[in-house]
């Protein structure tokens, strides 16, 4: 008699989708009336919905998020096509952990010396280098035919190095030099976030559309990559201004050692940064074999759009908790935010759980993370001369690139650690960088009370 074994496919209900991204558009347009009721004035306190934000302004930073979306779909399509492609060709684990390894060292010293090296030069060409990044890689894929994979890994690892600082530090120089608001400066973060986010579910949608030419040379995600940026590139050299002034290395150096290496407020900043950078690299690396454990079968392409729409939702809940009705301050937010994101972390990491729960402890993970992003955005803004920034960002992600590597050959190549142990990494990393913002929050509250004792 033979044994029937039924095979019980997990499914995301469709609804989950309409329900959140219904909570995301509802949460933007419903702001202005409730800000309103609650500061009991005329004017919304969120400053996207004030009737006083000049043409110039809405002009400058529709462009900039256009601009900055295009890169993210860049980004999108050659990260999601590339675990297809690495398939595809018959990568072994092992190898493919190599090649991610060569890519997180490749970051870890290009990266972080770009990041200085722009600071002097000018964000601009910073953006122009991304694109060219894109550029090469679709046109090394399109006349070769059998690509290099080591470098095709290289090229994606410095553009995303390079993307990390090279559009937030030109936007928020350009915001300073266009004599726009401060205060408008906290919209954009919240909205490069979420068109960030926007843009990646778009990119999968791409890149499905694209799976059957994974072996053309010239109908693939990296041509795709490529021709958008040969539009962002005609568009920084048309609209971009070029009145960057280069910085004088020896002024910059110690500029750079009394704000970054000196700073312990600086230095609070770089870790939290880097615990998110580290936490997100892990996840991504982690969360379709953490899913699928013990051979259970999931449709994975559903639950990605769920995560990242997860992230649009964490970051559209920056202006309303710094609104000008609300009491709590950017630091006590942010603490909660990476509290929360560290505790889903260490639940995964610590025991076996059932998908929907894991699904919703990841959607938890994302959007913490869619509300700290602005929200150490914001900081650096009040705590860092706008010359270092992409010294600042390049530098903290340093340590969080030192950690993948490691995490990479161990765990990945050597098999020394389990997914157990890197996920539960990740969480006490981003608990600690809690504990670091609340103590940023007590210096900020001292030296307060020190200036006004004086």
Same mark, same amino acid.
């Given at each position: 008699? &033979?044994?029937?074994?039924?095979?019980?496919?997990?499914?995301?209900?469709?609804?989950?989708?309409?329900?959140?991204?219904?909570?995301?558009?509802?949460?933007?347009?419903?702001?202005?009336?409730?800000?309103?009721?609650?500061?009991?004035?005329? *004017?919304?306190?969120?400053?996207?919905?004030?009737?006083?934000?000049?043409?110039?302004?809405?002009?400058?930073?529709?462009?900039?998020?256009?601009?900055?979306?295009?890169?993210?779909?860049?980004?999108?399509?050659?990260?999601?096509?590339?675990?297809?492609?690495?398939?595809?060709?018959?990568?072994?684990?092992?190898?493919?952990?190599?090649?991610?390894?060569?890519?997180?060292?490749? @970051?870890?010293?290009?990266?972080?010396?770009?990041?200085?090296?722009?600071?002097?030069?000018?964000?601009?060409?910073?953006?122009?280098?991304?694109?060219?990044?894109?550029?090469?890689?679709?046109?090394?894929?399109?006349?070769?035919?059998?690509?290099?994979?080591?470098?095709?890994?290289?090229?994606?690892?410095?553009?995303?190095?390079?993307?990390?600082?090279?559009?937030?530090?030109?936007?928020?120089?350009?915001?300073?030099?266009?004599?726009?608001?401060?205060?408008?400066?906290?919209?954009?973060?919240?909205?490069?976030?979420?068109?960030?986010?926007?843009?990646?579910?778009?990119?999968?949608?791409?890149?499905?559309?694209?799976?059957? &030419?994974?072996?053309?040379?010239?109908?693939?995600?990296?041509?795709?990559?490529?021709?958008?940026?040969?539009?962002?590139?005609?568009?920084?050299?048309?609209?971009?201004?070029?009145?960057?002034?280069?910085?004088?290395?020896?002024?910059?150096?110690?500029?750079?050692?009394?704000?970054?290496?000196?700073?312990?407020?600086?230095?609070?900043?770089?870790?939290?940064?880097?615990?998110?950078?580290?936490?997100?690299?892990?996840?991504?690396?982690?969360? @379709?074999?953490?899913?699928?454990?013990?051979?259970?079968?999931?449709?994975?392409?559903?639950?990605?759009?769920?995560?990242?729409?997860?992230?649009?939702?964490?970051?559209? @809940?920056?202006?309303?908790?710094?609104?000008?009705?609300?009491?709590?301050?950017?630091?006590?937010?942010?603490?909660?935010?990476?509290?929360?994101?560290?505790?889903?972390?260490?639940?995964? *990491?610590?025991?076996?759980?059932?998908?929907?729960?894991?699904?919703?402890?990841?959607?938890?993970?994302?959007?913490?993370?869619?509300?700290?992003?602005?929200?150490?955005?914001?900081?650096?803004?009040?705590?860092?001369?706008?010359?270092?920034?992409?010294?600042?960002?390049?530098?903290?992600?340093?340590?969080?690139?030192?950690?993948?590597?490691?995490?990479?050959?161990?765990?990945?190549?050597?098999?020394?650690?389990?997914?157990?142990?890197?996920? @539960?990494?990740?969480?006490?990393?981003?608990?600690?960088?809690?504990?670091?913002?609340?103590?940023?929050?007590?210096?900020?509250?001292?030296?307060?009370?020190?200036?006004?004792?004086?």
């Amino acid at each position: 008699m &033979g044994v029937v074994i039924e095979s019980d496919r997990w499914e995301l209900h469709p609804s989950a989708f309409l329900v959140l991204f219904a909570a995301c558009f509802a949460s933007i347009f419903l702001l202005p009336y409730f800000s309103r009721s609650i500061s009991g004035r005329g *004017a919304g306190a969120s400053s996207l919905f004030d009737l006083d934000r000049t043409a110039p302004f809405l002009r400058f930073q529709s462009g900039f998020l256009m601009l900055y979306a295009l890169a993210s779909v860049m980004q999108g399509v050659e990260s999601v096509f590339g675990e297809y492609e690495f398939a595809d060709y018959g990568i072994s684990r092992e190898q493919m952990a190599w090649y991610l390894a060569t890519g997180a060292l490749s @970051a870890l010293i290009f990266g972080t010396l770009s990041g200085i090296l722009f600071d002097i030069v000018g964000a601009r060409k910073a953006c122009l280098l991304f694109c060219f990044l894109h550029i090469f890689l679709g046109a090394l894929k399109s006349l070769i035919k059998h690509p290099i994979v080591w470098m095709s890994n290289i090229c994606l690892s410095v553009a995303s190095s390079v993307f990390s600082f090279c559009y937030e530090t030109w936007m928020v120089i350009e915001h300073e030099k266009q004599g726009h608001k401060q205060d408008l400066l906290n919209d954009t973060f919240w909205l490069m976030t979420f068109f960030e986010s926007f843009s990646l579910i778009g990119s999968q949608g791409l890149s499905n559309l694209l799976v059957k &030419g994974i072996h053309s040379r010239f109908f693939n995600s990296s041509a795709l990559a490529a021709i958008l940026a040969v539009l962002s590139t005609l568009y920084i050299k048309k609209e971009w201004s070029k009145s960057h002034h280069a910085t004088v290395v020896g002024s910059y150096k110690k500029s750079f050692s009394a704000h970054i290496l000196k700073d312990k407020n600086i230095l609070v900043l770089m870790w939290a940064q880097a615990s998110i950078h580290f936490s997100m690299s892990v996840f991504w690396i982690l969360w @379709a074999p953490t899913i699928v454990a013990d051979g259970r079968e999931v449709n994975l392409s559903l639950i990605y759009p769920v995560l990242i729409g997860s992230r649009m939702l964490g970051s559209t @809940a920056f202006p309303w908790l710094f609104s000008e009705a609300k009491l709590l301050g950017n630091e006590d937010c942010l603490t909660t935010a990476l509290g929360v994101a560290g505790i889903s972390l260490f639940i995964v *990491a610590y025991d076996y759980q059932e998908i929907g729960v894991l699904v919703l402890l990841f959607c938890i993970f994302h959007a913490c993370v869619g509300f700290s992003l602005p929200s150490l955005a914001r900081l650096r803004t009040m705590y860092l001369p706008n010359e270092l920034r992409s010294g600042m960002i390049a530098f903290s992600l340093a340590p969080a690139n030192a950690a993948l590597l490691f995490v990479l050959l161990q765990g990945g190549y050597h098999r020394n650690l389990e997914n157990s142990t890197i996920m @539960a990494l990740a969480a006490f990393g981003l608990l600690i960088a809690a504990g670091c913002i609340y103590k940023l929050r007590s210096w900020r509250k001292m030296s307060r009370q020190n200036w006004h004792n004086i």
